[in-house]
């Protein structure tokens, strides 16, 4: 019987489905793993923008992950928009407590509308209990800064960043490179040696979503076997292809196309 592999997604929950949850599922579906999720806030938003946050007890989103991972269970875990300190901290206690493998953390911490989706005073419980439980932690630019407290301007500098990640504990880090000029290059470092993975930059603007796309597909990629570098190179390769083929949806920042496997088909 071939096997199922199943990867959970604690994250927010984006009403017109371009990232959070719906992102997630739309990437575990593409890449052939059953997906699950843990809804740790219910935001209004759609292709111009946040509008309205509402972020979940604790418990509630405890108890999720509790219901989903002693029935289902999970191969591989990603986390994306985590509100505050105190989800933060109880997803690092389920994690912990259910032993859960292949945690790949996103750490997402402002809308790509601008929207602040992290409070200020939960990076400090991101550092230090989220963060040591990641196989992979995939900042942006901004998240990077933030953590390190380094500003991002040359390579040199992205180097160090992620030599300071990996020392909060984090086993592997990519740090992502839509933000930088020029080509989208993402910087992976294991502790041991650095990799760069390059794509040509796509001219649209319909890239809202792709960091919880792309950590979806890291998670996916692992929950099958995958070694956190392959991990990395396939899904820069999956996510730049949703994005090559995106579409327009809203008169705002649309999403990327998830199943542009399935839409060449027909």
């Known amino acids: 019987m071939k096997r199922i592999y199943k990867v959970l997604t604690i994250a927010g929950s984006d009403s017109g489905a371009g990232a959070g949850i719906q992102a997630d599922l739309k990437t575990f579906a593409a890449h052939g793993v059953y997906g699950t999720s843990a809804i740790t806030a ?58 859960l493998p292949n945690v790949v953390v996103d750490p997402v911490m402002v809308a790509t509308s601008g929207k602040l989706l992290l409070r200020r005073d939960a990076i400090a419980a991101l550092k230090t209990k989220l963060i040591p439980l990641a196989a992979v932690l995939t900042p942006n630019v901004p998240e990077a800064e933030a953590l390190t407290g380094i500003r991002l301007t040359r390579t040199v500098n992205f180097k160090e960043a992620a030599r300071r990640i990996i020392e909060m504990g984090a086993s592997n880090v990519v740090i992502k490179g839509g ?31 792709t960091g919880c796309t792309f950590a979806s597909a890291i998670a996916a990629n692992l929950a099958k076997g995958l070694k956190p570098e392959q991990a990395v190179e396939r899904a820069k390769e999956y996510l730049t292809r949703a994005i090559e083929e995106s579409y327009a949806v809203g008169p705002g920042q649309g999403p990327v196309n998830h199943f542009y496997g399935l839409s060449k088909r027909r």
Do not use: W
């Open 42 to 99: 219910v935001t209004a938003q759609n292709t111009r923008g946040v509008r309205k946050i509402f972020a979940l007890a604790p418990a509630i989103v405890a108890a999720q992950i509790d219901a989903v991972v002693e029935d289902i269970g999970a191969d591989a875990v990603k986390t994306g928009m985590l509100c505050n300190a105190a989800i933060v901290e109880m997803i690092a206690r389920r994690i912990r407590a259910h032993q």
């Open 179 to 209: 933000h930088r000029i020029g080509a989208a290059t993402d910087l992976f470092y294991d502790g041991r040696h650095f990799r760069e993975f390059s794509a040509r930059r796509v001219r649209t603007r319909n890239t809202h979503g």
